[in-house]
C-alpha cells in the first residue's frame, strides 16, 4: 500500500482511542485470512467457510474482550467492538455470523443471565464448542418486540418450561446460526406463570439441536435459503411445540420464578423491565454500526482508487484521456461521502467510548447515561447503515461495468450490508427513537403506551438543555461565538457559522415538534394517532439534524486537538466539506426558516463545488487515511491501472 | 388478482398505444412462462435457464415485430419494445440476453448491415439459430466508444479483414451472449485500410465459436463469472490475435471498402458518420428505459401489498395493530414512487411511439427528429433506471427481513436492474448528451471536438424556442394560463402553477447553463474543460429538470384527455402528487430563485403529506392498475397476510 505523506497522521486521529487493536490486526501476518472467500461460493459451501472461519475466530481470542472479567473476559468492551468493526473489512458473513454468536447469543446469557448461566454456558460460546442463535425476530413481529407472541409457560409440576408458536406469526425468522449449526437458542417469549398471568417478554435457553446436529423434539426448523446478501450466514426460522425446558434455563436476571411457581423481578414495572432488558443489548447496534463504516470506507477506497487511474474521454486540444477524478460530477460523488465517513468514524470511536464506559461501570449504570447511550446508537447506527447503503450504491455505479463484476467486491459489499438498514432496529423505527429521547431528554417514559407519553412529555420540552450538554460545549460555545454576524463574504466556511447552522436546524425541529405534538395533545386529547403520524416525518428530520450535529462536533473537536500544519489543514477542509454538504443537503429547509439567504445558499454550493475540486488532488491520501491493507481489499481490477502495452 | 373498481380504468391509460400487446402477454394461458426461475439457481444452471428461455422465446415469434418489413419482419417497432418492456415483469437475465440476440446483434445487422447480411443472418438471429454478441465495450474504453482500440484492418491481397486487439484495454469485456452461448460477434473497432488510414469505428460481424462450441483461431474467449446480478446471461471477454474475415463481413451501410481497398461512405465526416451509425441504435436505450419501468412497477406492487397487510404497533387506546401503510414515513417512502412511476410509463409510451415512427419512416428519418429522439431516449433511460434502482431500494427496505429473502423478489430484481444505470451509456454521459442536445437545439456538431463547439453553441442559446415545441403546447399554454399570479391559498395544487414552475425550472437553468458557457468562452477559449467542469453539474441539473417537465406533460396529457369521474379525480391526485414531490425535492432550488416563497414551499411540503394521506387508502387501486398477474409477481409472503390461526 502506497501512503503518501500525511495519510499516517489522518490515520492516527481516525483510529481513536483503540487504534492499537486496529493497528495490531492490520499487521498480521496473514492479512487476508478473514477476507472473503477468494471467489463466490454456492450457499452451502460459503455456510461452511464461514463456520471454519467463526472457529477461527474464536480460537484468535476474539471474543474475551466482550466479556466482563468476572465472566472470563477482559472487560475490554470498546477493544471488543473495535475489532468487530475491523471485521467489516473482510467477509461480512463472518461479520454477522460473529456477530450473532459472540455479540448477540454470547451477549443475551451475559446481560441477561446470571451466575448459573455463565459458568455453564459461557466457555462454550467463547471457544466455539456451543453454537447460539438469538431468537427474537417473528415472522409476525420485527420492530415490535414488546407483543411477539412466542410463549415460555411455566409448568409447576415437572419446574419445566414449555415453549410454544401458537401462530403462523409466532414462528421465528431470519435467526442467523439456525439453519445449520446452532445448538441452542436464547429464545425471547412471552412468560406466563401457572396461574396464566403474563409478565412480559424474556429470554430462555432452548437446545434446538441434539450432539449429533438433529432437531430436538418439538423443534421444527426451517431454512430462509437464498438471501440478497450474507450467503454465509445459516438464517432459518423456528417453530416450538411444546418443547420442555428446565426452569433453570429462564435467563433470570431481570426477571424470575420461584421454585413455587411465583414470579418475581427486581423491576416492577413491565414496560420498564421489558426496555431495560433489551437497554442491555445496545451493543449490537453500536457494533452494526461500526462495520456498516468499515464496509463504506473499503467500498470508497476501491471507487477512488479506481477514478485516479480509470480515463475517459480527453479535453478539448488534449490527446491523453482524463481521469474519471478529473469530473466535477464524479469529484461530487466521492468526495462528500468521504467526509461524511470521516464524520461518522469519529462519531462511533466517541459512541464505543461511551458503550465501554457506561458497561465498564461499577454496579448498576447510571439511568440517564444509559438512555442516552441507546438514543445515540440508535442514531448513529440508522445514519450509518444509511450511509452505507447509499455510498456503496454510489461506488457500484462510479466504477461502471468494472463494478458490476463480483470480483470487484462493490457488489457484495453492497448486498450483504443492505440488511443493515432494517436489522437490529429499521431505521425509522431507530429515527423515531432518538427523536423520543430528544423530546423527553432521555427521562423514563416506560408508561404502557409510550405514544401519549411521548406527546405528554413534549408538550414540556425546550431544547437549550440538551442541547447544552455536549462534552466539548466550551469549544463549541467559543467557536461559535467567532461566527460573522450575516451573509459576508464566504460566511460558509466559518466553523462557528457552520456549527450555528448545525445546531440552529436541530433545536428549531426539535421545538418544532415539540410545538406540534403539544398544541395538538391539549385540543385534541383522543386523537394521539393521529398527532403523532402527523408529524411523524417531522420527528425523523430532527432526529437526523441531531444526529449530524454529533457528527459535525465530533470533526470539530478532531481538527480543534491537531497541532497546526497540512494535516490540520488538510482535516480542516473535509470538514468543510461535511458540514456544507449536509447544509447544500437541507438548504431547502435553511431557506424556508430565514436560516440562509438565496445569497448565502448559493454560496454554500458554490464552496461545496470549490471544495470537491480543491480535495480531488488528495483523494488518495484521504482514503489512504482508512488504512485498509490491499489484502483485504481484493478487487487489484480496481485498485491498480491496467498494464500498458500489447495485449 | 383483485382488482378494484378503478384500476381497470387506469390501466387503460397506463397501457397506452400497445396495449394490445400488453393484454395478449398477461392473458397467456401458461402466465409465469418468463418467470424467473423458482429458486435461486447455480450461475451455470440459470445460464442454461435463460438460454432454453431465450429459445422459448424466439419460438413465440418474439424477434420479427423488431424488423422491417423488407427484412422478414412486421415492422411494428413499438410492439417490439412494449413486449420487451413486459420482460421486465419476469427473469431480467432474459430481458438482457433477448436484448442482446434480438435488440443489439439484431439490431447491428439490420441498421449497419446491407442486404447480403440481411438474408444471411437474420433469420438465424430470429429463429435463435445463430446467436450473437454486440462487442462493442472494451476494459478501457465503456462511455468513450469513439476511441476504443480494437482494430479491423484491410487485407488487400487476401481481400480480408484482420481483427486484433492491440492492448490489454482494448480486450472487449462485459459482452452479453460470449462466455457460453455466441457464435457470431459484432465488433466495433477502428477501421483501417492497406493505406493505414483509419476511417473511425465500423462494426464487423466475427464468428467467434464454430459449430462445436470452441473458439475460433485467434479469438480468446474469457468468462467475466459471477457479477452482481443478471446470473443467467453469460458475460465474457473477447480478444482478438490477427482474426482474419471476408471484407464481406463488414457491415456496409454507412461506411464501405471496395475491392480496390478504398474506403467509401456516404456520409463524409467521420465524427457525423460515427454518432449516425450510433443513433440506429437508439432503441437500445428505450428498451432498457422500459424493462427497468417494469421491474420498478413490480417492486411497488409487492411493497405496497406487503404494507397493506403488515401490521406493526398498535395506535394509542387500540388493540389491532396498524398496518405499514397507515404510517405517514411509509406512505411517503411509496406513494411519490408510484406517482413518479405513472409518469414514466406515459413518458416511455410516448417515446416508444416516437421511436415508432421514426423507425418507420420511409427513406431517411429527418436529422433533428432522430436527434430528439436520442436525446429523449437518454433521458428517459437515465431518469428510469435511476428511479428503478432507487425504488426498488426502498421497497426491500419497505419489506424489512421479508424484503431481505431471496424468494421474495425485491433484492434480486435490485440486483438485476442495478446495472442498468450505467450500461447503455452511463447515466451521467447520457445527462450531458441531453443538455447538450437543449443547448445546440439538436442541431448537428459533428465537429470532432463536441465540447467546444457545444461552448460556441450554448453562447447563441435561448431556451424559448425549445420549450414551445411540445406536442401538448396548446393545452399546456392553457393551463399556464389560468395560474394563480403568486402565492394564493393552495397555488400549489394549481396545474398551470405546477407546470410554470416546471418549465421555469428548466428554462432558467438551460439559460444559466448557456449563460456561464457563453461568457466564460469569450474570456478564457482555451480553458474549454475548467468552463465545463465548473459548469458540469448546472448542466446535469438542466437534464434533469427537462426529463421532468416531459414526464409532468405526459401526465397532464392525460388526466386532461379523461372524461370527469372519479377515475380522472385519481389521476388527478396522482399527478398533483408527481408535481409536488418534484417541487419538494428541488425546493432549495425554487427558494434560491425566487421562485416559491418560504411560505409557498412549506405549502408544497404539507400538500405532499396531505396527497399522501388521501391516496393511501387508494394504494391497491394504484398498483393493481399496473396490472401484473400475481403469478409473474411471485413472492406470496409479500403478497397475502399469515393465515390466522394456530401455527
Redesign the interface.
Known amino acids: 500500500m502506497t501512503v503518501t505523506d500525511l495519510a499516517p497522521a489522518l490515520t492516527q486521529i481516525l483510529d481513536g482511542r483503540w487504534g492499537e487493536v486496529r493497528r495490531q490486526l492490520r499487521a498480521h501476518e496473514d492479512a487476508a485470512r478473514f477476507a472473503p472467500p477468494p471467489?463466490?461460493l454456492?450457499m452451502a459451501d460459503h455456510r461452511a467457510w464461514t463456520k471454519k472461519q467463526l472457529m477461527a475466530l474464536a480460537k484468535e481470542g476474539f471474543a474475551p474482550d466482550g466479556l466482563a472479567r468476572g465472566m472470563g473476559g477482559t472487560g475490554d468492551y470498546g477493544a471488543s467492538v473495535t475489532a468487530f468493526e475491523m471485521l467489516g473489512h473482510g467477509d461480512l458473513s463472518l461479520l454477522v455470523k460473529a456477530g450473532v454468536q459472540f455479540g448477540l447469543f454470547g451477549g443475551a446469557i451475559a446481560n441477561l443471565g446470571t451466575q448459573r448461566h455463565h459458568t455453564a454456558y459461557l466457555p462454550g460460546m467463547v471457544d466455539g464448542t456451543l453454537l447460539g442463535c438469538f431468537a427474537m425476530?417473528e415472522?409476525?413481529?420485527?420492530?415490535?418486540v414488546q407483543?411477539l407472541e412466542t410463549t415460555a409457560t411455566h409448568d409447576p409440576t415437572t419446574d419445566e418450561l414449555v415453549i410454544d408458536?401458537?401462530?403462523?406469526?409466532?414462528?421465528k425468522?431470519?435467526i442467523g446460526n439456525a439453519a445449520r449449526d446452532g445448538r441452542m437458542a436464547a429464545v425471547f417469549a412471552q412468560l406466563v406463570t401457572a396461574d396464566g398471568e403474563a409478565h412480559g417478554v424474556h429470554c430462555v435457553l432452548v437446545p434446538i439441536r441434539d450432539e449429533g446436529g438433529r432437531p430436538m423434539p418439538g423443534v421444527t426448523i426451517g431454512d430462509?435459503?437464498?438471501?440478497?446478501?450474507l450467503t454465509g450466514v445459516d438464517n432459518g426460522t423456528l417453530?416450538f411445540d411444546s418443547v420442555r425446558v428446565p426452569r433453570w434455563n429462564l435467563l433470570n436476571r431481570y426477571g424470575d420464578i420461584e421454585p413455587d411457581g411465583a414470579y418475581s423481578s427486581p423491576i416492577d414495572n413491565a414496560s420498564r423491565r421489558f426496555f431495560t432488558m433489551l437497554g442491555t443489548l445496545v451493543r449490537g447496534r453500536v457494533s452494526v454500526a461500526g462495520g456498516a463504516g468499515a464496509a463504506t470506507r473499503s467500498a470508497l477506497t476501491l471507487a477512488t482508487r479506481y477514478a485516479l487511474h480509470r480515463?475517459?474521454?480527453a479535453?478539448?486540444?488534449?490527446t491523453e484521456?482524463?481521469t474519471l477524478m478529473?469530473?466535477?460530477?464524479?469529484q461530487?460523488k466521492l468526495l462528500p461521502a468521504i467526509a461524511k465517513s470521516y464524520a461518522l468514524m469519529l462519531a462511533q470511536n466517541d459512541l464505543v467510548a461511551m458503550m465501554h464506559e457506561i458497561a465498564g461501570h461499577e454496579g448498576a449504570a447510571p439511568e440517564e447515561g444509559q438512555r442516552e447511550l441507546e438514543a445515540r446508537a440508535a442514531g448513529i447506527k440508522a445514519i450509518a447503515t444509511r450511509h452505507a447503503?447509499d455510498t456503496i450504491?454510489m461506488c457500484?455505479?462510479a466504477c461502471?461495468?468494472a463494478?458490476?463484476?463480483?470480483?470487484n467486491r462493490?457488489?457484495?459489499l453492497?448486498?450483504d450490508t443492505?440488511?443493515f438498514?432494517?436489522?437490529e432496529g429499521?431505521?425509522?423505527v431507530l429515527l423515531q427513537l432518538v427523536a423520543k429521547g430528544l423530546l423527553t431528554e432521555f427521562q423514563e417514559t416506560f408508561e404502557d403506551?409510550s405514544?401519549?407519553a411521548m406527546i405528554a412529555f413534549a408538550s414540556r420540552f425546550t431544547a437549550s438543555s440538551i442541547l447544552e450538554k455536549t462534552p466539548a460545549a466550551g469549544l463549541i460555545a467559543k467557536l461559535k461565538s467567532r461566527a460573522p454576524s450575516d451573509d459576508t463574504d464566504e460566511a460558509e466556511l466559518n466553523r462557528g457559522r457552520q456549527l450555528s447552522l448545525f445546531l440552529d436546524r436541530e433545536k428549531h425541529l426539535l421545538e418544532g415538534v415539540a410545538l406540534r405534538l403539544g398544541k395538538a395533545a391539549k385540543e385534541e386529547p383522543?386523537a394521539?394517532?393521529r398527532i403523532f403520524?402527523?408529524a411523524?416525518?417531522h420527528m425523523?428530520a430532527a432526529a437526523e439534524a441531531h444526529i449530524d450535529r454529533v457528527l459535525l462536533e465530533a470533526m470539530v473537536q478532531a481538527v480543534e486537538a491537531l497541532e497546526e500544519g497540512p494535516a490540520k489543514d488538510l482535516f480542516d477542509s473535509v470538514t468543510d466539506l461535511f458540514a456544507l454538504s449536509t447544509v447544500?443537503r437541507h438548504?431547502?429547509w435553511y431557506?424556508?426558516?430565514?436560516r440562509l439567504t438565496?445569497t448565502g445558499?448559493?454560496a454554500v454550493i458554490r464552496s461545496v463545488?470549490v471544495l470537491c475540486k480543491d480535495l480531488a488532488p488528495q483523494a488518495r491520501t484521504l482514503v489512504d487515511a482508512f488504512a485498509i491493507p490491499d489484502a483485504w481489499l481484493g478487487a487489484p481490477g480496481l485498485l491498480e491501472p491496467?498494464?500498458?502495452?500489447?495485449?
Do not use: W
Request: with cysteine; hydrophobic share 20%; net charge negative.
Open positions: 471467489e463466490p454456492s425476530t415472522t409476525g413481529h420485527g420492530s415490535n407483543h408458536s401458537p401462530t403462523p406469526g409466532s414462528q425468522n431470519y430462509c435459503g437464498a438471501k440478497g446478501g417453530e480515463r475517459q474521454f479535453a478539448p486540444g488534449g484521456e482524463l478529473s469530473y466535477r460530477a464524479h461530487r447503503t450504491q457500484r455505479e461502471g461495468g463494478g458490476y463484476m463480483a470480483a462493490l457488489t457484495i453492497k448486498e443492505d440488511v438498514t432494517t436489522f429499521d431505521n425509522t403506551n405514544m401519549l383522543d394521539a394517532f403520524n402527523n411523524q416525518d425523523l447544500e438548504r431547502g431557506l424556508e426558516h430565514g438565496p445558499s448559493k463545488g491496467l498494464p500498458a502495452g500489447r495485449g
